[in-house]
């Protein structure tokens, strides 16, 4: 309403818009109550321009002479104009406003009288209320007033009649309490006794109160005799019991005493049980029979009156109907009497104690004593006490478990065993038995590997008696050399012994079938049903340690050890070892070293799963072992051959007096018996080992004669010696031969097959022969006899071995160094030789 | 390794006991065609050669030798003799009976021997006039048998000797400057079967009073002064017994070795099981022997033509080396700490000489050198080798 208001409205102000119009003077209303919200910017941007109409630095005068300077006449007379046209309209908005204003103020003048109006007639209303309550006040005060003498005698005499009514049942209570003591409601006796007993405790010094607590006492007294009585019987049920129990700790029994008084009841039951089983431990007495049916009688008919036991398997299968009377108990058996009576008796106390005193709730002063700590203590110790016996008898009875016959009895009682124990593991969380029972299980695992291994020993050594003895066994042909004739025959008799690959085969099934049975028994402690093979230790170490390591790889070095013990402990005169179970021995380990060791490893290790946890016995180590028992072995049968013919050699070069011996017409009867000794050998060491490879040789070997040295050689070594100078040439001669031919090994390492075995044996033989005849002097013949027989031996050795040179060079040593012992060296004719060798 | 060679077969080998300063072994010979000769082997250690002189052994071929411990020029051998010749050579023995028999017999060098010893071995006139030996006197008893060895009494006064017949065992008393021999006692081996002594030995302890004797499997002892048994290891070895000896400075140390090609050692207080066992050649052993100052150092030889030198500290004299100068070389040495992890000496094989190429029937050390000892093969060659340096120094320092 500002003249410059007026006068600046219609710089900016178009004609045509209304809203806008009003906006922008709600604006400017705004902006005068300085509420700037919107056309601030507005508000900034003019703010400097004197030249806005609109703006706060507005200068009129300024304006005027910008307007004056920049317009033209008819401009200015239009903006003038204008002007006047906006200022009117500012005008009339300004009257509208003051008259809608105006029309506000009187409604609410009006509204406000009216107001005044109504609260007057409130007051009048609620002073009317004022006096209607008073009045109301007294006339109630008034009533009470009547009516106070009555009611103070009311409530006296109600409380008259309920002293009575106490009075009442306190005066009745002996007979009630007979009564109840005569019908057995024992619950309700205690819990009558227990609501008087207060009064009668704070009324006990008046006399006639005293006499009914004195009555009631005694009846309690006998009231709980009776509950004891009842529970010390223990015939009761569980029920019966516990509500004993319950209604005792009422009567303000120690429950300490409680607990103890109901653990030595249970632990005599439960002692009878262990009675009965270790009486079936004992060694079973004249009366077999009644041993072990009569301790049955009495669990049986316990069985029968607690059906609460709840036993998976009944009594009547184990009366297993096959077992002889006279037999004592099998240990499945045993076990399951165990569990029947002993274990379920003993989760059957631990239920009951634990509902009775564990597991109530604990209300009044009860609570405080902190009972159920207490009973579970005492319950531990009792179990703990009783389950270390049971075991005990457990154990006693696993370890009487011997024979190896048939595992899954064994198998199945300890899982029997193992599973019930998880019962009382349930039953009491905190209990160290089933690990100790698992303890046990492991135990006897281990035990159980332990004593295959020892069966497997035995057995092993059995089939070597076996053996021995089918070796032993006299040959139907007679003759030594009748060894290859059975391996064609042998299949026909019944009584002919086993030819050795025979017994080879025989022996190493037998063997392995045992393995795999033994391998098929321990495999049961890890099946799947059983309980206990799913704990680590049947896991992880009992595969791989136990079966792998101690009883596999245990099993195959036993065999290689006491295999080479037979080299060492026979002696080297031969000894008590057939030299046939030599070589069969090993050609067993070299079979087990090709494939044997390996087959066996790998099937346990498929049937067991093993995953090795800590480092075991290699396959090679193993193989290598084996390989190693085998070469020891045979060559130690090459020795004792060797030994043998040698000593055959060495008597006939001792005992014969050389010198004056005839001229030879035969070959010696001793050369013909190392011939047919070879001979047997090459027969008995063909059956089991492959030919081998020898050296090639002349088509014609056993034709080749002595010529080399009996004529030419022997000729220019020995016939021309006479002459002083000589000696030096011939040495010079037999120095450079054997320059040339390699050393002799004699008792050198042997190959596994025929040949290398028997140049082995032939190689020691002869070179005994060499030595023996060094020491010995010759006459002529006795010179000429050997000549024959090296012949011979030349004619039959060759085929045997691997180089026949061999036999050669050895031979011509033979003649040679007899010559040499010759007083009378007088070769005898090549011709001759040859007639006397074939004559035979 | 020194080598030389012999005309002829032999097996008889032998320390020149009583030298103590020159090395010196004689060598038997045996040949039925030729006259038999002791070689007397002299080996210059300062200037490497080996002198050779040859005595004429003309009673028969030697089997076995043994010096005198006394008297350098006294020697004794086992021979055979042959009574063929009786007969004539003249190839007609089929009609007669002819009898060889080994004897024993006390023999003395020539004085003039040495004087016309320095020749050398290859010298063609080496046996152009050989001298012949002095019999001294016959070690004979026809009803005793074979001899098959004689013992001198170890470090005597060379007036005892034993000798092995078959089975007997006989001790002779040398008289009248060894020319006069009496069997002053005698002990014989009872049993089945013809029971012989193959091989024995003079124990140096026990003041010289006991006797160790092998036959077939069985090591003996024989107590002297009662001429009986004191014990007896049955199955010594699996095969025959070839040789004994006594470990010098152990007095109940005893080596045995056999055709089982083992070498055993006992200690003949406990004779259920060997001390210790070899097993290092290929064929029968036929000598052991303890070398005489160090008795780890043990030399074997066998018909495998090997001679094998071992150490066997671990039951030697002295099982620690030379744990007792230890302090001295680590004064002068840096390398103490190597010396001591060594010190734990194993018994080991020290070397294997494979030079001869026949049988090696008898090694010996030198009674001069302990660091030298020879070895005899059949064919006739004999070897003279020396403990290697590194070892000698090793045992020495």
């Not at chain 1, 009216?114 to 009533?143: G, H, P, Q, V, Y």
């Not at chain 2, 002819?98 to 004085?111: E, Q």
């Not at chain 2, 000496?345 to 001869?356: A, G, M, N």
Request: aromatic fraction near 8%.
């Amino acid at each position: 309403m500002d003249g410059d208001i007026n006068a600046t409205a219609p710089g900016t102000t178009p004609p045509d818009s209304d809203p806008a119009r009003k906006r922008r003077v709600h604006g400017m209303l705004k902006l005068y109550y300085g509420l700037n919200e919107e056309g601030k910017t507005v508000d900034q941007a003019e703010s400097m321009d004197p030249c806005d109409i609109n703006g706060p630095h507005f200068d009129p005068e300024v304006y005027l002479n910008k307007l004056r300077r920049e317009c033209s006449l008819g401009e200015l007379m239009d903006q003038e104009t204008c002007m006047v046209k906006q200022i009117r309209s500012l005008d009339s908005d300004m009257q509208t406003l003051v008259y809608e204003n105006y029309n506000k103020f009187i409604s609410a003048t009006d509204t406000i009288r009216k107001m005044k109006n109504d609260f007057k007639k409130m007051e009048d209303e609620m002073d009317c209320l004022s006096t209607n309550m008073a009045s109301i006040t007294d006339f109630s005060a008034r009533i009470s007033g009547t009516l106070q003498d009555q009611h103070a005698q009311i409530t006296k005499l109600s409380g008259v009649h309920t002293l009575l009514r106490k009075l009442q049942f306190l005066f009745e209570l002996p007979a009630r309490l007979n009564k109840c003591l005569e019908l057995q409601a024992y619950a309700q006796a205690v819990s009558s006794h227990r609501r008087a007993r207060c009064v009668l405790q704070q009324y006990s010094h008046m006399p006639s109160f005293r006499g009914i607590q004195d009555d009631c006492h005694a009846i309690m007294d006998k009231l709980a005799q009776e509950l004891r009585q009842k529970f010390r019987d223990g015939g009761s049920s569980a029920k019966d019991l516990s509500e004993c129990v319950e209604l005792l700790l009422q009567l303000d029994e120690p429950a300490e005493e409680l607990c103890d008084k109901f653990l030595s009841h249970a632990q005599s039951r439960l002692e009878a049980d262990l009675l009965g089983l270790e009486a079936e431990l004992r060694p079973p007495l004249s009366s077999g029979p009644t041993a072990v049916t009569d301790p049955y009688t009495g669990p049986a008919r316990r069985l029968s009156v607690e059906p609460t036991a709840g036993s998976p398997t009944g009594p009547s299968s184990l009366n297993n109907p096959f077992l002889s009377p006279s037999s004592r108990t099998d240990i499945l058996e045993f076990i399951d009497r165990g569990c029947n009576e002993f274990v379920s008796s003993l989760c059957l106390v631990i239920a009951s104690y634990q509902e009775l005193f564990v597991n109530r709730p604990q209300e009044g002063e009860l609570a405080s004593k902190n009972i159920p700590q207490m009973a579970i203590g005492k319950l531990h110790a009792f179990v703990d006490a009783l389950a270390t016996r049971y075991f005990s008898l457990v154990e006693r009875r696993i370890q009487e478990e011997k024979s190896v016959g048939d595992n899954s009895l064994l198998v199945r009682a300890l899982d029997r065993f193992h599973r019930r124990l998880q019962a009382v593991a349930k039953l009491l969380p905190g209990s160290a038995v089933p690990s100790q029972g698992t303890e046990i299980v492991v135990r006897a695992a281990r035990e159980r590997i332990k004593q295959y291994l020892a069966a497997l020993q035995s057995f092993y050594l059995n089939s070597l008696t076996d053996v021995r003895q089918a070796l032993a066994a006299p040959r139907l042909g007679g003759s030594s050399a009748g060894g290859g004739s059975h391996l064609g025959g042998s299949a026909t008799g019944k009584d002919a012994p086993a030819s050795l690959p025979e017994l080879l085969s025989t022996l190493s099934a037998s063997i392995l079938n045992q393995i795999k049975s033994v391998l098929a028994s321990v495999h049961l402690f890890t099946a799947k049903d059983i309980t206990f093979s799913n704990k680590p230790y049947f896991k992880g170490e009992f595969c791989s340690h136990g079966v792998r390591e101690s009883l596999v790889v245990n099993f195959i070095m036993f065999v290689c050890q006491s295999s080479r013990q037979f080299c060492e402990s026979a002696g080297d005169r031969g000894g008590s070892t057939p030299p046939a179970l030599l070589l069969l021995l090993s050609r067993l380990c070299l079979d087990y070293e090709t494939s044997t060791i390996t087959y066996i490893l790998t099937l346990t290790d498929e049937q067991f799963l093993v995953q090795h946890h800590s480092p075991v016995t290699a396959v090679t180590a193993l193989c290598g072992e084996a390989r190693e028992a085998a070469q020891k072995l045979l060559n130690h049968y090459v020795k004792v051959q060797g030994l043998i013919i040698s000593q055959m050699l060495r008597k006939s070069v001792e005992t014969r007096d050389w010198v004056n011996t005839i001229e030879p017409r035969n070959v010696r009867a001793v050369m013909k018996r190392v011939v047919e000794d070879t001979t047997s050998i090459d027969v008995q060491v063909g059956l089991l080992y492959e030919e081998g490879v020898r050296k090639a040789h002349s088509s014609d070997s056993s034709k080749r004669t002595f010529s080399v040295y009996s004529s030419s050689r022997q000729q220019t070594r020995y016939a021309p010696s006479y002459t002083p100078s000589a000696p030096m040439d011939t040495n010079l001669l037999s120095n450079i031969h054997k320059l040339f031919s390699e050393r002799v090994e004699i008792f050198s390492p042997v190959e596994f097959n025929k040949v290398s075995v028997l140049t082995g044996i032939i190689k020691i033989s002869l070179k005994t022969f060499l030595e023996c005849v060094r020491l010995r002097t010759f006459g002529r013949y006795g010179l000429q006899q050997i000549q024959v027989d090296c012949h011979y031996l030349q004619m039959y050795l060759w085929r045997f071995v691997s180089d026949e040179n061999l036999v050669h060079f050895l031979l011509d040593e033979i003649v040679g160094s007899t010559a040499h012992r010759c007083l009378d060296p007088a070769p005898m004719e090549q011709s001759v030789i040859e007639v006397i060798c074939e004559r035979g | 390794m020194y080598q030389l060679y012999f005309v002829l077969q032999a097996r008889a080998l032998t320390s020149q006991t009583a030298e103590s300063d020159a090395i010196r072994f004689l060598v038997g010979t045996q040949s039925l065609k030729f006259d038999n000769q002791i070689h007397i082997i002299d080996f210059d250690d300062e200037n490497n050669i080996i002198s050779k002189s040859v005595l004429q052994h003309q009673a028969g071929e030697i089997w076995h030798i043994s010096a005198s411990p006394a008297d350098k020029a006294v020697l004794t051998t086992c021979y055979n003799k042959s009574e063929m010749d009786a007969f004539g050579l003249g190839g007609v023995s089929d009609t007669s009976e002819s009898r060889v028999v080994t004897c024993g017999a006390v023999w003395r060098m020539p004085p003039e021997w040495e004087s016309g010893s320095h020749e050398s071995p290859d010298d063609p006139h080496n046996s152009h006039n050989p001298q012949n030996l002095e019999l001294l006197c016959h070690l004979d008893n026809s009803s005793h048998g074979n001899a098959s060895c004689v013992l001198w009494e170890p470090m005597g006064d060379g007036k005892h000797v034993i000798s092995l017949a078959d089975n007997h065992a006989l001790l002779w008393d040398l008289t009248e400057s060894s020319t006069q021999a009496t069997i002053s006692s005698s002990a014989t081996l009872e049993g089945k079967g013809q029971l012989k002594f193959t091989a024995g030995k003079w124990s140096p302890h026990h003041n010289c009073t006991q006797l160790a004797t092998a036959n077939d499997t069985a090591i003996r002892g024989w107590d002297l002064r009662t001429m009986s048994q004191i014990y007896c290891i049955e199955n010594a070895h699996g095969q025959l017994v070839r040789d004994l000896d006594f470990n010098p400075n152990k007095q109940y140390y005893l080596a045995s070795c056999g055709d089982d090609c083992k070498v055993k050692f006992w200690d003949v207080r406990n004779i259920n099981e060997p001390v210790k066992t070899l097993e290092e050649h290929s064929h029968w052993v036929w000598s052991v022997r303890f070398n005489h100052s160090h008795d780890q150092l043990v030399l074997t030889g066998s018909s495998d033509s090997r001679v094998i030198l071992s150490n066997m500290v671990s039951i030697s004299s002295e099982p620690f080396g030379h744990l007792v100068d230890d302090d001295d070389l680590s004064d002068g040495e840096d390398n103490h700490q190597d010396e001591k992890t060594k010190e734990p000496l194993q018994d080991s094989i020290i070397s294997t000489y494979e030079e001869h190429e026949d049988s090696v029937y008898a090694v010996e050390w030198s009674s001069a050198d302990p660091w030298l000892f020879a070895s005899l093969s059949y064919d006739g060659r004999l070897v003279i080798n020396r403990v290697p340096r590194a070892l000698k120094y090793h045992i020495l320092l």
